[in-house]
T-cell receptor, first 115, second 105 residues
Framework: GAGVSQTPSNKVTEKGKYVELRCDPISGHTALYWYRQSLGQGPEFLIYFQGTGAADDSGLPNDRFFAVRPEGSVSTLKIQRTERGDSAVYLC?????????????FGEGSRLTVL | QKEVEQNSGPLSVPEGAIASLNCTYSDRGSQSFFWYRQYSGKSPELIMFIYSNGDKEDGRFTAQLNKASQYVSLLIRDSQPSDSATYLCAVDGRFGAGTRLTVKP
């Protein structure tokens, strides 16, 4: 596709449930980022992939959060045992840069609400 | 811990004025410096990037970088109501909290 695609656009779940958020980057972009954005805050870095590997996962808040990118394209962010505090917009971005220093192209985000 | 700090504002300027947005960062080895604009309910979009010390101009926008002071700024000249948005500073993929700018007609 022409841009970064994220699905679902909205997800409502109950506390304790498991959630998967998907990101399909721009074709040819080797770098892929996940961010979490709460209302009134800037995007909070979660994880950065270069190809299939996580080059930096220092932003993952705890072991309930996990992300994969098995073929170096589509990525899935997985959240186990969701908590109300996980409610936020999850943004995915991709970049052509192989050094982590390039322009980021964002998807429209996945809004997660944990009841 | 790589941190990026911005004055959260809000910043309000009259139409036609200069808006000045500031950002500092903690990692002295940082290499890439970006300004993104985010309208309410939308995703961030690129305004400008700068990699070297000094000024970089693009139309009404000027980015300034001072690596010794670990400081980045964005100037918006002839501010327009359509510039009203949150401006995000990003350093090597890390974002600040954003500064909300309102340009009043």
């Amino acid at each position: 596709g022409a841009g970064v695609s994220q699905t679902p656009s909205n997800k409502v779940t109950e506390k304790g449930k498991y959630v998967e958020l998907r990101c399909d980057p721009i074709s040819g972009h080797t770098a892929l980022y996940w961010y979490r954005q709460s209302l009134g805050q800037g995007p909070e870095f979660l994880i950065y992939f270069q190809g299939t590997g996580a080059a930096d996962d220092s932003g993952l808040p705890n072991d309930r959060f996990f992300a994969v990118r098995p073929e170096g394209s589509v990525s899935t962010l997985k959240i186990q045992r969701t908590e109300r505090g996980d409610s936020a917009v999850y943004l995915c971005a991709s970049s052509l840069s192989t050094s982590g220093t390039g322009e980021l192209f964002f998807g429209e985000g996945s809004r997660l609400t944990v009841l | 811990q790589k941190e990026v700090e911005q004055n959260s504002g809000p910043l309000s300027v009259p139409e036609g004025a200069i808006a000045s947005l500031n950002c500092t960062y903690s990692d002295r080895g940082s290499q890439s410096f970006f300004w993104y604009r985010q309208y309410s309910g939308k995703s961030p979009e690129l305004i400008m990037f700068i990699y070297s010390n000094g000024d970089k101009e693009d139309g009404r926008f000027t980015a300034q970088l001072n690596k010794a002071s670990q400081y980045v700024s964005l100037l918006i000249r002839d501010s327009q109501p359509s510039d009203s948005a949150t401006y995000l500073c990003a350093v090597d993929g890390r974002f600040g909290a954003g500064t909300r700018l309102t340009v009043k007609p």
